[in-house]
T-cell receptor, first 113, second 112 residues
Framework: AQSVSQHNHHVILSEAASLELGCNYS??????LFWYVQYPGQHLQLLLK??????LVKGIKGFEAEFIKSKFSFNLRKPSVQWSDTAEYFC???????????FGSGTRLQVQP | ETGVTQSPTHLIKTRGQQVTLRCSSQ?????VSWYQQALGQGPQFIFQ???????GRGNFPPRFSGLQFPNYSSELNVNALELDDSALYLC???????????FGSGTRLTVV
């Protein structure tokens, strides 16, 4: 069975600091990878996704992620966070044979002004 | 383009009762998935419906059941509610064969 691990459960940063959130998945086949963000009281929104091609993926709001197949990783990065980035971030994977997203347990990001 | 709408937004039920949650898919989407998000956890896949039939299920007991209607809207039914069923229930719609999911804001279910 596939699984997703997010190593950081709660991250606190000051504005303008750089962000990197770790995500590792366990599945040996072809996967599609996602990062979702959940702002307080709002629905899950897609930040970015990787299906194939360039392993460095750029998403909305200045976020990017790098797929490293040999490490089964898909880490999320942002060079300079803003207070408005305070939210919960979820990494998710779907393999091409299944119909369901498998989510990590999430990382709560708190950005202090 | 309309998004995914879920109703109700909040619900309180007593242990042993039954509950029905509703979801309207995004326009153009024909597949609906339901997820359970317990406090402090990531969403867990319950099941998916396509062409009014269940075509994928996660590790949830049979008292979790669903329906999909011809207009692609969907219901999630939970019988014999347990305290551990307290969670945010998310509906996501997509187009069959794609991996583009649109999530609703969820229904917060509290079982007391």
């Amino acid at each position: 069975a596939q699984s997703v691990s997010q190593h950081n459960h709660h991250v606190i940063l000051s504005e303008a600091a750089s962000l990197e959130l770790g995500c590792n998945y366990s599945y040996g086949g072809t996967v599609n990878l996602f990062w979702y963000v959940q702002y307080p009281g709002q629905h899950l929104q897609l930040l970015l996704k990787y299906f194939s091609g360039d392993p460095l993926v750029k998403g909305i709001k200045g976020f990017e992620a790098e797929f490293i197949k040999s490490k089964f990783s898909f880490n999320l990065r942002k060079p300079s966070v803003q207070w408005s980035d305070t939210a919960e971030y979820f990494c998710a994977v779907i393999n091409t044979g299944r119909r369901a997203l498998t989510f990590g347990s999430g990382t709560r990001l708190q950005v202090q002004p | 383009e309309t998004g995914v709408t879920q109703s109700p937004t909040h619900l309180i039920k007593t242990r042993g009762q039954q509950v029905t949650l509703r979801c309207s898919s995004q326009s153009g989407h024909n597949t609906v998935s339901w997820y359970q998000q317990a406090l402090g956890q990531g969403p867990q896949f319950i099941f998916q419906y396509y062409r009014e039939e269940e075509n994928g299920r996660g590790n949830f007991p049979p008292r979790f059941s669903g329906l999909q209607f011809p207009n692609y809207s969907s219901e999630l039914n939970v019988n014999a509610l347990e305290l551990d069923d307290s969670a945010l229930y998310l509906c996501a719609s997509s187009l069959a064969g794609s991996s583009g999911y649109t999530f609703g804001s969820g229904t917060r279910l509290t079982v007391v």
